[in-house]
């Protein structure tokens, strides 16, 4: 099956500073790419969506100038939390999908922890 | 009201026992219907999906979903301790936007 990657896996860093996450489809083209952010025991919610070479889309609430996203090739995004403060801390899964209409089925990284001191 | 909403248990059960998880939706746009398994700290992978109404099984997992009613479930049968995991289920209305469920914790005892 296709395989995504994000790197780190687990970061730590003080209040004030940004963090970049990186997302990963090792073994196929990624068309479109999800940022999710999950809190302990809560479900997935939707960030943002971006299409490489076009800006992202943002769901409602979510601020794009504290959470940059790059989809700068078809198989790498990142996700850069700029002026990381402790209530950032959580957990940051994104997802990549070929999308070519119909079922558009999206594979999972295996997440980042995100704890900001 | 939640577009999808889902028991967060937690759920209990004794090893071998026939488990029950279930979503209901309100949207009838959606047509795809997946269920995910995330251990525990890890991303969410894929168990299933089905399109429209009907049964769907794979080896010990069975995903069932009535559009009718508006409701998915997914069942497990002889279950093991290794199934112990959050199950989540999501809708996908073919606009590429996942939209899931709390997740439901599931601790299967030995």
Avoid at chain 1, 68 to 81: F, G, K, P
Avoid at chain 2, 31 to 58: A, C, H, I, V
Wanted: charged share 20%; aromatic share 12%.
């Amino acid at each position: 099956g296709a395989v995504v990657s994000q790197h780190p896996s687990r970061v730590i860093c003080k209040s004030g500073t940004s963090v970049k996450i990186e997302c990963r489809s090792l073994d196929f083209q990624a068309t479109t790419m999800f940022w999710y952010r999950q809190f302990p025991k809560k479900s997935l919610m939707l960030m943002a969506t971006s299409n490489e070479g076009s800006k992202a889309t943002y769901e409602q609430g979510v601020e794009k100038d504290k959470f940059l996203i790059n989809h700068a090739s078809l198989t790498l995004s990142t996700l850069t939390v700029t002026s990381a403060h402790p209530e950032d801390s959580s957990f940051y899964i994104c997802s990549a999908s070929s999308g070519a209409g119909g079922y558009n089925e999206q594979f999972f990284g295996p997440g980042t922890r995100l704890t900001v001191l | 009201q939640k577009e999808v909403e889902q028991d967060p248990g937690p759920l209990s059960v004794p090893e071998g026992a026939i488990v029950s998880l279930n979503c209901t939706y309100s949207n009838s746009a959606f047509q795809y219907f997946m269920w995910y398994r995330q251990y525990s700290r890890k991303g969410p992978e894929l168990l299933m999906y089905t399109y429209s109404s009907g049964n769907k099984e794979d080896g010990r997992f069975t995903a069932q979903v009535d559009k009718s009613s508006k409701y998915i479930s997914l069942f497990i049968r002889d279950s093991q301790p290794s199934d112990s995991a959050t199950y989540l289920c999501a809708t996908d209305s073919g606009t590429y936007k996942y939209i899931f469920g709390t997740g439901t914790r599931l601790k299967v005892l030995a």
